[in-house]
Every structure is written in C-alpha cells, then in structure tokens.
C-alpha cells in the first residue's frame, strides 16, 4: 500500500468498496447480535429465527442504509489516513524501514479518527436495528436514517448522535492498531518472496 505510487484517494475509494461488499454479511450478523444483547438469554439461531418470523429475512438487513451510511466513510476514512501519515512515515525514515511501532501508532490514529466522524451513523444504526425490541423501544416503528437521526437531536440534543464516542474511540484505536500493524507486517514479508520481488522487477521493466 504505502510503498507503491497509488494517490490517497484510490485507496480510500477501495475500501469504501470492500466495505460496500462486506455489509452484505455484517448486517445480518449486527441485527442477530444486537437481538442477543437486548433480548437476554437468547442463542444466535434463536435471534435470527426470531427476526425471520417477525420481519422476513429483510429482517435481518433491518438498518442496511445506516450500516453503508457508516461503513463508507469509516473505511475511507481509515484507509485515506493511514495511507497518507505512513506516506510521511516512511519518507522520514529515509528508507530504513518503519518498524511494528508506527504502524500501530498510525493504525490507532486512522482508526479514531473514523470512529470520530461516523459515530453518528453508528448510534442511528443501532436505534433502528433495535427498534420494537421489549425492553428498547417498545411498539417502536423503524423510520428512515434521516428521520431517525431527526428524532434523536429532538429527544436528546445532538449529544445524543455520539452516546457510547468514548467505548467506541477505544475499540477503534485498538482495532486499527492490531489491524494496520497486522496488515504491514504481512505485507512486508510476502514482498521479501522471490514471487514479489520477481513481479515487481518484470513491473519496472514493462514501464
């Protein structure tokens, strides 16, 4: 990713992307697991067999929009940013390497930032994920994301958008750390292969 010549926002559309394609399988896996957290003593299949029966199996995409709303821009966020300070990373290095250090450093600082700009898509995912559940909102009717986030501001002020920032900030930092960290670490070794360094030679002299 940093060591080649792709601008910013090329990386950033494609994880916008990638997180376009994933969202088919994390809505239904965050309706189940919101069901099971609100609903007590409940087994994922039940939670999922509980959704089908009231909703269908659209059910189980209940706040679709609001999961693309944050998944977007938090994986364009993260990638822009971390593709844009380890850049800076390894330019200040000199070409001596970067290390596991600043790539955990800048995995945490990518992923706090987009955990600060999209907690507000989170909370409105949540509330409509869970709406109608005994115990949240009872007889609640699932409106639209901007009508959801209306209803939150007027209740609750805007305050109420970033209600759990902080717990978030921290999965965020973590998760980007191991993430990015992860992720650097792979691809500095796979590129050590004579495979990698072969393409990568027959890459230059095709330009």
Do not use: H
């Amino acid at each position: 990713m940093c060591g080649g010549e792709e601008p910013g926002g090329g990386v950033a559309s494609a994880g916008a992307a990638a997180s376009v394609a994933t969202s088919f399988v994390y809505t239904p896996s965050e309706c189940v697991k919101q069901r099971c957290q609100v609903s007590g003593n409940v087994k994922a299949w039940q939670a999922a067999r509980m959704i089908v029966r009231e909703s269908g199996v659209g059910g189980l995409y209940k706040g679709w929009t609001a999961v693309l709303c944050r998944n977007i821009p938090q994986s364009a966020i993260k990638f822009f940013v971390f593709e844009k300070l380890m850049r800076a990373v390894y330019a200040s290095a000199a070409g001596r390497g970067s290390g596991t250090l600043p790539s955990l450093a800048v995995g945490g600082i990518a992923g706090s930032t987009a955990a600060m700009f999209t907690t507000p898509f989170d909370t409105v995912k949540t509330r409509l994920q869970t709406v109608g559940i005994a115990g949240v909102d009872k007889g609640g009717v699932a409106r639209g994301v901007a009508a959801t986030a209306r209803d939150i501001v007027a209740a609750e002020g805007v305050g109420g958008l970033y209600r759990g920032l902080l717990p978030r900030l921290f999965i965020y930092v973590t998760q980007g750390a191991v993430f990015f960290s992860s992720y650097e670490f792979t691809r500095r070794s796979l590129l050590q292969c004579d495979w990698a360094r072969d393409d990568s030679e027959e890459e230059e002299d095709a330009r």
